[in-house]
């Protein structure tokens, strides 16, 4: 029921546009907890650049800090309700035990976690669908791969992370059941040279597609790619997150990426009392919250029967036809 009374009012919000209402716009703050640097051009970088559209397009007031250690988590939550703010984010599925312990000391604070299913009076998750176009590029991958083995490099072992690659692995295999999986993980989100050396590993095993979710450690297997492609293998990697299909142009045929005014419609509900503690899911079917990005400059190295194809099941997901596989968390 929540999420039917989500989609309808974020319908409502998409075809007339924001209405503040009568909430005083300067009063209002919205603040931001990141886990790593908002220079990542993934995860973290949606995140603040959601928050600068809720400065622009909402009129009002906000911050962001990173906040990496556990330790910090309560702190910072505390440090910001404690001073008026009406809606802190805490970006990962990591600050849900934290907003849980904090927010009955606030209850005029609203707390938002983004993954996860902690709902409280004042706290609420928003989870994007991912998945939806993970299983996208799997479908991809499964088909284009010569080699038949596909690499998964994901920041931290956690249930989000490991749900996007359960959709891309259920993806790969609609089209090709014998596709071989490698699953590997940096311990972090930062360890670029980790996660370029867990791609050559892979590469070396013969995979010829590789997806990651692991945040600024990402860039490393796009080093890894680009160098593999340099070296004649015919290799790809998928982005995630937000559009990543600049970063490493000659080596990204996809990019799997959220919209940025996911953080808009919460901070709307908020700021105008419509907020109901619940988790809220963001996917295709909300104008394309999440959405398959391709890559202009390598688009043409996929089939037009391929394309067809994928184009079919994003339909399909559209109407509400076919759903993504996810791991339940």
Do not use: C
């Not at 309700?81 to 009406?86: D, L, M, Q």
């Not at 692995?169 to 699953?183: D, T």
């Amino acid at each position: 029921m929540f999420k039917k009374n989500w989609i309808i009012y974020s319908l409502l919000l998409l075809s007339f546009g924001f209405t503040i209402g009568t909430a005083d716009a300067a009063k209002f703050k919205v603040a931001l907890l990141t886990p790593g640097s908002i220079s990542d051009a993934g995860w973290n970088a949606l995140a603040y650049e959601g928050l600068q559209r809720i400065e622009k397009e909402l009129g009002v007031e906000v911050s962001h800090v990173e906040s990496k250690a556990p330790s910090q988590w309560e702190e910072h939550f505390r440090f910001y309700a404690s001073k008026g703010y009406g809606l802190v984010f805490g970006h990962g599925f990591e600050y849900q035990e934290a907003a849980k312990a904090v927010a009955p000391d606030f209850p005029d604070t609203v707390f938002i976690t983004t993954s996860g299913n902690t709902v409280l009076d004042n706290v609420a998750s928003i989870v994007f669908e991912l998945e939806e176009v993970t299983y996208l590029l799997g479908v991809i991958a499964g088909t284009m791969s010569q080699t038949g083995k596909i690499g998964l490099i994901g920041g931290m072992n956690i249930p989000p992370i490991n749900s996007t690659f359960h959709a891309l692995e259920e993806g790969a295999k609609s089209v090709n059941p014998n596709i071989k999986i490698s699953s590997s993980y940096v311990g972090d989100w930062e360890n670029i040279g980790k996660a370029k050396e867990l791609a050559l590993s892979q590469i070396t095993e013969g995979v010829d597609f590789i997806f990651h979710n692991a945040d600024a450690a990402g860039r490393g297997v796009f080093h890894a790619v680009e160098e593999s492609r340099k070296a004649g293998k015919n290799i790809y990697a998928f982005g995630s997150n937000l559009d990543q299909n600049d970063i490493a142009p000659d080596a990204i045929l996809a990019s799997a990426a959220i919209d940025t005014k996911a953080f808009v419609y919460a901070a709307d509900l908020v700021q105008t009392g419509k907020f109901e503690p619940q988790v809220m899911w963001m996917g295709m079917s909300l104008n394309e919250t999440v959405k398959l990005v391709y890559n202009p400059k390598l688009k043409d190295r996929i089939p037009e029967d391929l394309l067809a194809k994928v184009e079919k099941i994003r339909q399909d997901i559209l109407a509400g036809k076919f759903k993504a596989p996810r791991v339940k968390f």
